[in-house]
């Protein structure tokens, strides 16, 4: 690259750098969350102004294919006609009442009628209160306090569950965050994915255990799928334990089947958290499961949950107008968009002699520098996360837009046609090549 091109490219995203150093001013790193800032792969993150299908600008003008999505909840792509007209119609009804609404309804069942597992729900506003909700749920019913997770999965930022966390606290290299307290941390035990042995072993210590929890498709390690029989055996053992099983399907739901993993598997859990895809890109998240645990929450129960903007309508309808987008059609698409970013990634990995592979469930994916598969957090660590942060400037600098860092999945969505994933191919195969 020519010196005077290298500035000319340097140029093509001014804007977003002058908004990183104001935004830095009055924000901790100038970003809301800690997954949003280029740490990992080096540069300034863009702001982004726009969005539409499978495409977002940049402040600079700068149009991109995105592969983020805004990390999974815009399945149906941004701006999606449909999504809009419902949430504009909702906002001049009024933004939110504090008070049941109908819609809150109308979303609930749309939840209950996917998912086999689910009798009812509770709607929250963040997945991190989903999977803090079900906890508390879980030790209500239980009497018990010890919970067990797996490294790597990541379960939102709550106390008791950001130990040995994937995402973010993976890409920042802190897997126990300052501030939790050792008397918290220490209910938590954390277990190897795919290791139904380490898991047997944690079950049978003592304290006894309330629940397990996992991603029943890891996705913040990068994805990683569940071995064969590996999610009913931790149905199976946890039961046998007597601690209940919480899915946390925040990104699975409504992604790799309208019953999430628990379709995909056919395999049932106790509780079920829901987020992302249920809020269609607004703030809505949910927790569900039988209703006799369902019915330990207050009022009418002993566990205490609640929330001022919880079931917000605007948020709801968003939620539900996505979801109604959902039809078998719809996976089939994205099956089919998925395995064929998955080839051409891999045939691209193939002509440029990389070190890397492709692991994929459905939409979601994640290309892996430097190892053969993953199966667990200890092999996603043994990924070249060097290689992945130059892949990335390349692949930005080729207009596709991915997360920022090795240890997230890419997101396809039904926006992603066929000839935006032979443009994400095309820009792989010249990035790998560079
Ligand atoms: C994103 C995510 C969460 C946290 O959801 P927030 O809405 O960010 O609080 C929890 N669990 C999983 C699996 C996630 O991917």
């Not at 140029?11 to 935004?23: E, G, I, M, P």
């Not at 102004?49 to 792509?77: Q, T």
């Not at 106390?159 to 008397?183: I, M, Q």
Request: glycine letters at 10%; aromatic letters at 6%.
């Amino acid at each position: 690259m020519s010196a005077r091109f290298s500035i000319l490219r340097h140029n093509l995203h001014d804007t977003s750098t002058k908004l990183l150093t104001r935004a830095a001013s009055v924000i901790p790193a100038g970003v809301n969350s800690p997954v949003r800032a280029w740490g990992a792969v080096g540069g300034d993150p863009r702001f982004l102004v726009r969005g539409r299908g499978a495409f977002v600008w940049d402040a600079d003008g700068n149009e991109l294919i995105d592969l983020v999505c805004a990390w999974g909840p815009l399945i149906a792509g941004h701006a999606h006609p449909d999504v809009v007209q419902a949430v504009s119609n909702a906002a001049r009804k009024g933004t939110g009442f504090g008070a049941p609404t109908p819609v809150e309804i109308e979303l609930a069942e749309a939840i209950v009628a996917a998912f086999a597992s689910i009798e009812k729900v509770r709607l929250v506003t963040s997945g991190t209160e989903a999977t803090m909700t079900a906890m508390r749920i879980a030790r209500g019913a239980t009497g018990r306090s010890r919970v067990i997770k797996f490294n790597g999965c990541y379960h939102g930022h709550h106390d008791s569950l950001l130990v040995k966390a994937g995402s973010g606290a993976a890409t920042f290299g802190v897997p126990d965050s300052a501030g939790v307290p050792a008397a918290i941390s220490e209910l938590t035990s954390v277990v190897e994915y795919n290791d139904i042995e380490s898991l047997r072993a944690s079950l049978a210590a003592d304290p006894p255990p309330a629940a397990v929890i996992l991603e029943p498709v890891a996705a913040n390690m990068g994805v990683v799928s569940p071995a064969p029989g590996f999610l009913k055996a931790v149905v199976e053992l946890s039961h046998a334990a007597g601690a209940l099983v919480l899915f946390d399907e925040v990104i699975s739901g409504f992604r790799v089947a309208l019953g999430g993993a628990q379709e995909l598997y056919d395999v049932q859990a106790d509780l079920t958290c829901l987020g992302k895809i249920v809020g269609g890109g607004l703030p809505v998240a949910a927790v569900g499961g039988r209703a006799d645990l369902m019915d330990l929450l207050a009022p009418i129960g002993p566990v205490y949950q609640a929330g001022t903007l919880s079931g917000n309508p605007i948020a709801c309808t968003a939620g539900r107008e996505t979801i109604r987008l959902l039809d078998k059609r719809a996976y089939e698409t994205l099956e089919m968009r998925g395995a064929a970013l998955e080839s051409g990634l891999t045939s691209a990995i193939r002509a440029a002699g990389a070190d890397a592979c492709v692991q994929r469930v459905g939409s979601l994916l994640t290309l892996f520098f430097g190892v053969e598969s993953v199966s667990n957090f200890g092999e996603a660590s043994r990924t070249n996360t060097e290689a992945f942060a130059s892949f990335f400037r390349a692949m930005i600098e080729n207009g596709v837009y991915l997360p920022p860092s090795q240890y997230e999945a890419w997101f396809v969505s039904l926006a992603h046609g066929d000839a935006e994933i032979e443009r994400i191919v095309d820009a792989a195969a010249r990035s790998l090549g560079a």
